[in-house]
């Protein structure tokens, strides 16, 4: 008890010294959110007793999924902190268990539990007893849940075949969220899936109502999963690496050559790297594949430029994750890096965008010219933006030589990287849209305008971000050896905003896609192809005469959002 009480105040002396700055802001707004969430939750439990078994379902799908996209979660106190003390792996992951529920996301989330108190106090005073347990337990379990997830993973990424396995998971889980529309429609669920009683989740509203059996079912689970973590704890030190043995040695003449060998050397070799690839192909195979199952092939095309997408955003910290080896490019002279990376990103990446994108089409028959024009503009613009958002925004990462035995976790910044992940979705996704709207309103000829718009992201992305690198390459190397930014790096316009500008632009920028694509171009899709009632899109579940209407007022937010983050972090001139 007391190691773990000393683990818990160490948790609490670093997060009273950690928050500030960038990350202070970060962690606001996220709390902000999860707060609105949580509100969320103990709401369904006032309207329906049942409402919150689904919530909470969704609550566990997220401490599960959301540190293995998160860089690995919360790793403020690390086991290798105590590989010294000699402590019992079971007593190091009590001890630890004991410090992860100091935090924020743990707060929240016994926040959104207080809807079991809620459901316990209108059933009577026994079960609002019961509540208290029940809360304490399902929370333990959610945390537990969410440490065993990652430390499995985490090993998986120590081979080859168990990053590619774990890469292909995940990628298919996130797109099946992201698609549960329509496995909604075809099961035909128009209430509360019965499923979500049987998952760990709703076990405390199950002890809650009166089956008493789920109190001591989340006990029993929460002992098993500690058990569990202690057992992976035990096997985390020391990572893995792949044999070289029986490779041939990549050469070249030119230092850009070179850098082009050492990438793809990289690309074949780095476990994460191997897992980012398989991820964002099976995330763009999957969500396009999802509509299958009602019979609908419209997003199969679309397979291709989906991964292309995902794979800018799995990469947008490129330099980054290099860490110090950086100087390797700056010493060398006449070299940036930056074409060579340009060209290794391509390599590694176009030959399964084209198959896939060719493949799918050819299956379902076209549509051609709009496929083919957003092919070379995302590549192009991919290809551009992944070495300048990487350069301008760099996130300090650690040396993949001393990563820690979480693979997962390349930085000590996860917002960081998780704001940026979100940006290169958006710009990526922008440099396709002049070939889109060509080839919608002129057909083939939009191919040429995808080709011209690929070739120039690419090189005038590639040269501004070469700029930047020959300029600030010593400034960029200072912070990724000390883990923080020099003063020259971060006087950007953003930085001299005020701490409400901030917010502003930060909501507008991160939450900008869903009015303008989900509930405004997707839902207008959808009523044009007679697709009614479906999931979260509003215009299809309005009267005939305000479905297009709604979706054009939801496509005018989002641009008005994104318009108003332009214009609050835009420089304005002296007057």
């Known amino acids: 008890m007391a190691v773990a009480l000393t683990m818990a105040r160490m948790k609490v002396a670093v997060l009273r010294h950690a928050f500030h700055g960038e990350r202070a802001l970060t962690a606001g707004t996220g709390a902000a959110l999860g707060a609105l969430l949580a509100a969320g939750t103990v709401y369904l439990a006032f309207t329906d007793p049942d409402l919150p078994a689904a919530a909470y379902a969704v609550w566990l799908l997220g401490w599960m999924l959301g540190p293995i996209f998160m860089g690995g979660g919360d790793e403020t106190l690390r086991p290798e902190y105590f590989s010294l003390l000699g402590l019992p792996p079971r007593r190091l992951a009590a001890g630890l268990l004991v410090s992860a529920f100091v935090g924020l996301a743990p707060l929240v989330s016994l926040t959104a539990l207080l809807g079991l108190l809620v459901a316990g106090v209108r059933l009577g005073v026994a079960n609002a007893l019961v509540a208290v347990p029940a809360m304490a337990l399902q929370l333990a379990v959610f945390v537990l849940l969410s440490k065993v997830c990652v430390a499995v993973v985490g090993l998986a990424l120590r081979t080859r075949p168990g990053a590619i396995a774990s890469g292909v998971l995940n990628g298919a889980i996130l797109a099946a969220l992201g698609q549960i529309w329509v496995f909604f429609v075809v099961f035909g669920q128009t209430g509360l899936p019965a499923a979500v009683w049987y998952l760990p989740s709703g076990w405390g509203l199950l002890a809650v109502r009166g089956e008493w059996w789920a109190l001591a079912a989340l006990a029993l689970l929460a002992l098993l999963l500690l058990g569990a973590w202690a057992a992976l704890l035990s096997r985390r030190a020391g990572a893995a690496r792949p044999s070289t043995r029986g490779r041939r040695p990549m050469r070249s003449a030119t230092a850009n050559g070179a850098i082009v060998a050492k990438e793809l050397r990289t690309w074949s070799r780095d476990l994460v790297r191997n897992h980012q690839l398989t991820f964002a ?104 933006l992944v070495p300048l958002v990487s350069v301008y925004g760099l996130v300090p990462g650690t040396d993949p030589h001393r990563r820690a035995g979480n693979p997962l976790r390349t930085s000590e910044d996860d917002g960081g990287l998780t704001g940026l992940a979100y940006l290169m979705l958006a710009l990526v996704l922008l440099t396709g849209v002049p070939a889109g709207l060509a080839a919608f309103r002129y057909g083939w000829a939009g191919v040429a305008v995808g080709v011209a718009t690929g070739v120039l992201c690419h090189w005038g992305f590639g040269l501004l971000a070469e700029r930047r690198l020959r300029s600030h390459g010593p400034e960029l190397l200072d912070a990724m050896r000390t883990g923080r930014k020099s003063q020259t790096t971060v006087t950007s316009r953003f930085d001299q905003l005020s701490t409400t500008q901030k917010t502003i632009a930060g ?19 959808f009523v044009a192809n007679g697709m009614l009632r479906h999931s979260w899109f509003l215009a299809t579940y309005m009267p005939p005469g305000l479905r297009y209407p709604v979706a054009a007022a939801f496509v005018v937010l989002g641009l008005a959002m994104y318009g108003t983050g332009v214009w609050v972090v835009t420089p304005r001139s002296p007057r």
């Open 281 to 384: 192909l099976s995330y763009g195979v999957c969500f396009a594949a999802s509509p299958l199952i009602l019979g609908w092939d419209g997003m199969l095309p679309y397979a291709g430029p989906i991964f292309i997408v995902m794979a800018a955003a799995t990469t947008a910290n490129l330099y980054g994750t290099d860490g110090t080896a950086l100087w390797l490019t700056l010493m060398t002279p006449s070299a940036s890096g930056v074409r060579g990376r340009q060209l290794a990103w391509l390599s590694a990446h176009a030959p399964v965008a084209i198959v896939l994108t060719v493949a799918f089409t050819a299956v379902t028959g076209g549509p051609w010219p709009l496929i083919l024009a957003l092919l070379p503009a995302l590549l192009g613009g991919a290809a551009g």
């Open 507 to 525: 909501w507008c920028f991160g939450f900008g896609a869903i009015p303008l694509v989900p509930q405004g171009i997707v839902a207008a899709v």
